[in-house]
C-alpha cells in the first residue's frame, strides 16, 4: 500500500491518527506499517465496533440441555470396541494432533512463549515437553508416528522453534511436528480508533481458538494432513498438563459413531466456573461461554441435585479432517472481549491504563459445533483428575502448584 492511499483509507474511516505514528517512524518501520494497513479489513473492523455496543439475548432462542455419554456406564466389551477401533486408527496413521500454543507465559511471570514455562516437576519439564510425552509413549506402542501441529504466533514463533530445536523435539521425531502462525486482527479502543502500540504500529492480538481452523489452511496444514492420508484431528491447548492427544477410547467413540465432531468434556465443578457450557440453541449442538450464560441458568439444577448445564467445553476436540477443512472456508462469529491494553497516544507518549479501555474480537472453536449436522455431533465425558488441569494464573486456581499437584497424582509420582 503507498502513503496516499493509505491516507485515502484512513482518512474514510475514521483512522488518521495512524498517520501522526507513520511520521514518528523510519523508512523501515513506516513499510511496516503501510504492511499492516494493506492487511486490514476495514469494513470488517467497522463491523466488529458495532459489535461492541450490541448485548447477548436468548429471548428467542429455545435452549436445551445437551448429555453427553458417560463410558463408565458403557459395558466393558463395549469400551474395549472402542478403544480397539481408536488404536487401529491410530497405527494406521489416521490421526494427528493440534496444539494452539501462540500464547505468552507473561501472567505466569514468565518472559518467553507459555509452552516454554517449566512446570516446577522434580524433572523440569516444560510445558511442551508434558505434551509431548504422550505423543511419544503412543509413537513407542504403536510404532506409528502421530503428527504434531503446532499454532504459534507472530510474537512467539522463533522462540518456540528455537526452543524445540535446542531441546532436539525431547526425542520426538523432526519431521513428526510442523509450526504454523495464528492470525490476527487489530485491537480498537472505546472510540473506534485502532490502538497503537508502544512502538508506534498497530495493536494486533490473536484472533482466538476459532481462528485455527483458518489458519490450518491459510498456512497448508490441512492439505499436508490430507496428504499424510490423516482423518482425524485432536484440538487442544498447550497449558493443560493432563490433555490426553492420543486417547483411542476418545477416538474410537467418535469414529465408530460416524461423528464429524465431538468434545470431551468435563462436569462443571461450580455454576459460576469460567467455561462455556454445551447447550442446544433451537435444537443445534452449541456452546454458551461463560461470560454470556445468564445467572439463572448457570445455577439451574435437576431433580438429583446436578446442575442441568454443567457439560463445560474443555478445548477438548476431535473433528473429521473433511469438517476441518469446511469449517475453514467460513468466518466463525466475533466475540468481543473488553480488555486494558496499553498504548501511544497522539503526543507520543505511552499510557498503561487502570482499567478496560480496548476491545480485542475472538472466535471461539466451539461456535464450529452448530456448523455441523446435528447427529454428528458427539460429547463424550471426561474426569477432570485424567484430563484436565490447565496452568493459566500465577497463583491460586488452574496455577502450576495445582497444576503440578494433578499431574504428580495422575502419575503417581
Given at each position: 500500500m503507498k502513503l496516499e492511499e493509505a491516507k485515502e483509507i484512513l482518512t474514510k474511516y475514521g483512522q488518521s491518527h495512524i498517520l501522526k505514528s507513520y511520521e514518528?517512524?523510519?523508512?523501515e518501520g513506516k513499510e511496516k506499517l503501510l504492511h499492516q494497513l494493506d492487511h486490514i479489513d476495514f469494513e470488517e473492523m467497522k463491523a466488529l465496533f458495532e459489535k461492541t455496543k450490541e448485548t447477548v439475548a436468548f429471548d428467542d432462542v429455545k435452549i436445551e440441555p445437551m448429555a453427553s455419554v458417560i463410558p463408565e456406564k458403557l459395558s466393558e466389551t463395549e469400551r474395549e470396541e472402542l478403544k480397539t477401533v481408536g488404536e487401529d486408527l491410530i497405527k494406521e496413521g489416521k490421526l494427528a494432533v493440534v496444539t494452539m500454543a501462540g500464547g505468552q507465559g507473561t501472567r505466569l511471570g514468565h518472559s518467553g512463549p507459555k509452552g516454554t514455562f517449566d512446570l516446577g516437576?522434580?524433572?523440569?519439564?516444560?510445558?511442551?515437553?508434558?505434551?509431548?510425552?504422550?505423543i511419544k509413549e503412543t509413537y513407542?506402542?504403536?510404532?506409528?508416528?502421530?503428527h504434531w501441529y503446532i499454532m504459534t504466533s507472530r510474537e512467539n514463533n522463533d522462540a518456540t522453534v528455537q526452543f524445540f530445536e535446542q531441546k532436539n523435539y525431547f526425542g520426538y521425531p523432526k519431521e513428526g511436528v510442523s509450526f504454523f502462525k495464528q492470525s490476527e486482527l487489530p485491537m480498537i479502543d472505546e472510540s473506534g480508533k485502532f490502538v497503537i502500540d508502544e512502538n508506534g504500529f498497530i495493536k494486533e492480538a490473536a484472533n482466538?481458538?476459532?481462528?485455527?481452523?483458518?489458519?490450518?489452511?491459510?498456512?497448508?496444514?490441512?492439505e499436508d494432513m490430507k496428504q499424510k492420508g490423516i482423518e482425524w484431528v485432536f484440538i487442544g491447548g498447550v497449558d493443560n498438563v493432563?490433555?490426553?492427544?492420543?486417547?483411542?477410547?476418545?477416538?474410537?467413540?467418535?469414529?465408530?459413531?460416524h461423528y464429524?465432531?465431538?468434545?470431551?468434556?468435563?462436569?462443571k465443578a461450580y455454576p459460576s466456573e469460567k467455561v462455556g457450557v454445551f447447550c442446544k440453541k433451537n435444537g443445534i449442538p452449541s456452546v454458551i461461554e461463560y461470560t454470556e450464560i445468564p445467572e439463572k441458568m448457570a445455577e439451574e439444577t435437576n431433580a438429583e441435585g446436578n446442575l442441568v448445564y454443567g457439560e463445560s467445553h474443555m478445548m477438548l476436540n476431535m473433528f473429521n479432517i473433511q469438517t476441518l477443512e469446511n469449517i475453514a472456508k467460513y468466518k466463525l462469529p466475533y466475540h468481543v472481549a473488553h480488555k486494558k491494553s496499553s498504548y501511544m497516544n497522539e503526543e507520543g507518549e505511552v499510557i498503561k491504563p487502570d482499567s478496560p479501555n480496548a476491545y480485542k474480537f475472538e472466535t471461539f472453536i466451539f461456535d464450529a459445533f452448530p456448523?455441523?449436522?446435528?447427529?454428528?455431533?458427539?460429547?463424550?465425558?471426561?474426569?477432570?483428575?485424567?484430563?484436565?488441569?490447565?496452568?493459566?494464573?500465577?497463583?491460586?486456581?488452574?496455577?502450576?502448584?495445582?497444576?503440578?499437584r494433578d499431574y504428580m497424582a495422575y502419575h503417581k509420582m
Open positions: 514518528r517512524l523510519n523508512e516437576l522434580p524433572s523440569h519439564k516444560s510445558l511442551f515437553e508434558i505434551l509431548c510425552d504422550g513407542e506402542k504403536y510404532g506409528t508416528l502421530v482466538g481458538s476459532g481462528g485455527t481452523f483458518e489458519s490450518l489452511a491459510k498456512n497448508g496444514m490441512i493432563l490433555v490426553r492427544m492420543t486417547d483411542p477410547l476418545f477416538l474410537g467413540f467418535t469414529a465408530k459413531n464429524l465432531g465431538t468434545s470431551k468434556t468435563i462436569v456448523m455441523i449436522e446435528v447427529n454428528k455431533v458427539g460429547l463424550y465425558r471426561g474426569k477432570r483428575e485424567e484430563d484436565f488441569s490447565p496452568v493459566k494464573n500465577a497463583e491460586g486456581v488452574d496455577s502450576p502448584e495445582t497444576a503440578r
